[in-house]
């Protein structure tokens, strides 16, 4: 559908030349992603509730479109006005999917970098989310995750980690989630961050079924379950679609991850009420993980992160800022 359109535009004044169509076409059809793999039924993953169905097909849907959309995109302007009328819940997830478009785009065309301009403008109210959709884009790239995060210096470089996880759950769970196996080409803490984004997926891959992720991560090294609860945790209040009752039994399935898992609720808390679109589900789920409200969550996370500005290379104050905010449960 975004190819046919593409290719029919016509050249009127203020629109992409023939040449940015034509790349544009070229870029879809070469690295788009087709919107049936959102669907629950054709990625193998068992939900057993109708409901987590649908929104978790929402998700992956707007999520896909709007990857499509920034794939083919010749400037900001017209992706934002499509990222910005996605409904309030999922546009997180939109900008998120928009933000791997844009580094796939730019690593395949010549000119200016519309990733640089989107993190650092349009997109800063969703500034965590579209670090982790960076990360996305290492998987569909030629060459090694950790090569192409070399231009990203501050602590949020390691969120792109936490995207590739996610990636790779969410494309090759029987390999990175049922066999457990470790991806070798990364090394240091991004090998933890990676396990971050891991346990995101688990959301997905496990259809949030809480006895489910329990015993997926119970199959796991001991020394990566912190991270991917700690994942587990930020998919419940982020994505959510879960009852209290259901996030108390989470809250008890974590046993002493306990921490792990509010760490990423509170991380959710922030990038929700840094956006300004803080959810029914979002405020459950951080007073039932964190026992406090999201304006309360995001406050800690703001009053413990580290400059953005920082170089962290070895996810030293990223680990610190997570450690921080965990013993305010131990």
């Known amino acids: 559908m975004i190819v046919d359109d593409i290719s029919t535009r016509s050249s009127a004044p203020g629109q992409p030349s023939w040449t940015a169509r034509h790349l544009a076409h070229l870029r879809v059809r070469l690295f788009g992603i087709s919107i049936d793999e959102a669907r629950i039924e054709r990625r193998g993953f068992v939900v057993k509730n109708p409901a987590l169905v649908i929104r978790l097909e929402t998700i992956g849907v707007n999520f896909i479109r709007a990857y499509n959309a920034a794939l083919a995109a010749s400037?900001?302007?017209?992706?934002?006005?499509?990222?910005?009328?996605?409904?309030?819940?999922?546009?997180?997830?939109?900008?998120?999917?928009?933000?791997?478009?844009?580094?796939?785009?730019?690593?395949?065309?010549?000119?200016?970098?519309?990733?640089?301009?989107?993190?650092?403008?349009?997109?800063?109210?969703?500034?965590?989310?579209?670090?982790?959709?960076?990360?996305?884009?290492?998987?569909?790239?030629?060459?090694?995750?950790?090569?192409?995060?070399?231009?990203l210096k501050g602590p949020l470089r390691w969120l792109a980690f936490d995207g590739y996880g996610f990636h790779q759950g969410y494309f090759d769970w029987q390999r990175s989630i049922d066999a457990c196996l470790v991806d070798r080409r990364l090394r240091g803490y991004a090998l933890r961050a990676f396990d971050q984004g891991l346990g995101r997926s688990l959301w997905f891959v496990r259809g949030a079924d809480v006895e489910a992720m329990a015993e997926t991560i119970g199959r796991f090294e001991v020394k990566r379950r912190d991270d991917l609860w700690s994942g587990v945790g930020l998919a419940a209040t982020y994505a959510g679609g879960l009852s209290t009752a259901e996030l108390d039994h989470l809250v008890s399935a974590s046993g002493r991850y306990r921490p792990q898992l509010a760490q990423g609720a509170v991380f959710a808390a922030e990038a929700r009420f840094r956006a300004g679109i803080v959810t029914l589900d979002c405020e459950r789920a951080t007073r039932t993980l964190c026992r406090m409200s999201v304006v309360q969550a995001a406050h800690l996370a703001v009053t413990t992160q580290p400059d953005e500005r920082m170089p962290d290379p070895e996810g030293t104050h990223y680990e610190i800022w997570r450690g921080d905010i965990r013993r305010r449960f131990a």
């Not at 302007?77 to 997180?92: C, K, M």
């Not at 989107?118 to 579209?130: D, E, F, K, R, T």
């Open 75 to 151: 400037s900001l302007r017209p992706l934002l006005e499509q990222l910005n009328a996605v409904s309030p819940e999922f546009r997180g997830f939109a900008f998120e999917g928009a933000s791997m478009g844009l580094t796939v785009r730019d690593a395949v065309t010549p000119g200016a970098s519309l990733w640089r301009a989107y993190i650092v403008g349009p997109a800063l109210a969703q500034h965590y989310i579209s670090y982790v959709g960076h990360g996305w884009a290492f998987a569909r790239l030629p060459g090694p995750a950790l090569w192409r995060a070399r231009r």
